[in-house]
Every structure is written in structure tokens, then in C-alpha cells.
T-cell receptor, first 111, second 112 residues
Framework: DVKVTQSSRYLVKRTGEKVFLECVQD?????MFWYRQDPGLGLRLIYF???????EKGDIPEGYSVSREKKERFSLILESASTNQTSMYLC??????????FGPGTRLTVL | GESVGLHLPTLSVQEGDNSIINCAYS??????FIWYKQESGKGPQFIID?????DKRQGQRVTVLLNKTVKHLSLQIAATQPGDSAVYFC???????????FGSGTRLQVQP
């Protein structure tokens, strides 16, 4: 089975802090994704990567950046966390037939 | 912009009944569709997918129907069980874009 893991299940940070969310997949997938999930808004795509060192903006990239130094790892970075970035963050990895597999999520609270 | 939506935000069914969750999509270029199940506190779990060259696909207790003419997708769950209670999302993809677009979800509540 595909396994997508995220470094933290719950995270509490203060406004202005730099925040790193890590995601690792073990299936050698080329494509990886970061979403945020908010009540009533569903999942919204922040960034995705289709290869090492390659990245592409999603629908809501403002306030975020990403890093893909190794194929198995895709990091989401909040350069200066703000309260409106309090959310559930979900990482996904895409298989060869386009199916996406999700990690368990990181619930981030910014105070 | 293009979006994926759901007709019903909450669906309540009796245990043992069949459930039907509907989804409308607006991107006529979408050629791949997925249904996900998300339980409280967990990430979305892949249920079943369908490509635009098909109109029906069956899995274990689940069937997805695709009507490209009216841009409509549905998930049918046979003999619904309490463990099926969750939020269900449809998602569509234009493979030229590589990323999925999700609907806001339908909550399925199974009454014992």
C-alpha cells in the first residue's frame, strides 16, 4: 500500500513564525501536492510538484512556498505564519494512473 | 473559474439501504474523476475512480456513474453500513493540468 506520512498531526505556532510542514511518500511517485482544507471550502490546492526541484503554483499559493529536494519529500513552508493560515494541511502523492493518495493531515493553529 | 460542486451537503440513510451521493462538475475538459471518503480527523481515502471514456465503474459495494452530457457524477453505496458514515468528496481532473479540483463534500450519516 502507498504510504504518505506527514511530520506532525497537530501544530501550534505564533504569528510571524516560520513553519515547515513535511511530507514523505514511499512509492517513488513523481507528483506530490499540498492542499489546505477549511470548513465549507473543501480542499484547495496550494502547490504541487511534478519532479525533484520542480514546483507549480496551485490555486492559493500566496503566503506559502515549497521545497522538493528529494523525490520522496515535499515540504510546505509558511515564511511568516498568520492567523488566516490556521487550517488542516493535507499532502498527497499521485500514482501512475492519476489516483491521489493522502496523508493523515496536519492541523495547524496560528495564534 | 471551473469548479466542482455537490447537490446535497448532508445525506441521512438507514443502515442497509443504498446511498446515492451526487456531484456536478463544470470543466468540460475534465477526463478523470475520483471519489474520496474522509472520516473525522483523517485524510481523504481513495474509494473509486473513473475515466471519461467510461460511464460506469463498480467496486466492492460502490459504483460510480458518469454522465458527461450533463456533467454529473454519482457514487452509489450498496447496503450502507455505519462504517460508511463520513464526508464524501468528488474530485475532477483535467490531466493537462495535473491537479485535482475538489467539491466541498457531502456528509453521509447512517442511522442504525
Amino acid at each position: 500500500d502507498v504510504k504518505v506520512t506527514q511530520s506532525s498531526r497537530y501544530l501550534v505556532k505564533r504569528t510571524g513564525e516560520k513553519v515547515f510542514l513535511e511530507c514523505v511518500q514511499d512509492m517513488d511517485h513523481e507528483n506530490m501536492f499540498w492542499y489546505r482544507q477549511d470548513p465549507g471550502l473543501g480542499l484547495r490546492l496550494i502547490y504541487f510538484s511534478y519532479d525533484v526541484k520542480m514546483k507549480e503554483k496551485g490555486d492559493i499559493p500566496e503566503g506559502y512556498s515549497v521545497s522538493r529536494e528529494k523525490k520522496e519529500r515535499f515540504s510546505l513552508i509558511l515564511e511568516s505564519a498568520s492567523t488566516n493560515q490556521t487550517s488542516m494541511y493535507l499532502c498527497a502523492s499521485r500514482g501512475p494512473y492519476n489516483e491521489q493518495f493522502f496523508g493523515p493531515g496536519t492541523r495547524l493553529t496560528v495564534l | 473559474g471551473e469548479s466542482v460542486g455537490l447537490h446535497l451537503p448532508t445525506l441521512s440513510v438507514q443502515e442497509g439501504d443504498n446511498s446515492i451521493i451526487n456531484c456536478a462538475y463544470s470543466n468540460s475538459a475534465s477526463d478523470y474523476f475520483i471519489w474520496y471518503k474522509q472520516e473525522s480527523g483523517k485524510g481523504p481515502q481513495f474509494i473509486i475512480d473513473i475515466r471519461s471514456n467510461m460511464d460506469k465503474r463498480q467496486g466492492q459495494r460502490v459504483t460510480v456513474l458518469l454522465n458527461k452530457t450533463v456533467k454529473h457524477l454519482s457514487l452509489q453505496i450498496a447496503a450502507t453500513q455505519p462504517g460508511d458514515s463520513a464526508v464524501y468528496f468528488c474530485a475532477e481532473m483535467d490531466t493537462g493540468r495535473r491537479a485535482l479540483t475538489f467539491g466541498s463534500g457531502t456528509r453521509l450519516q447512517v442511522q442504525p
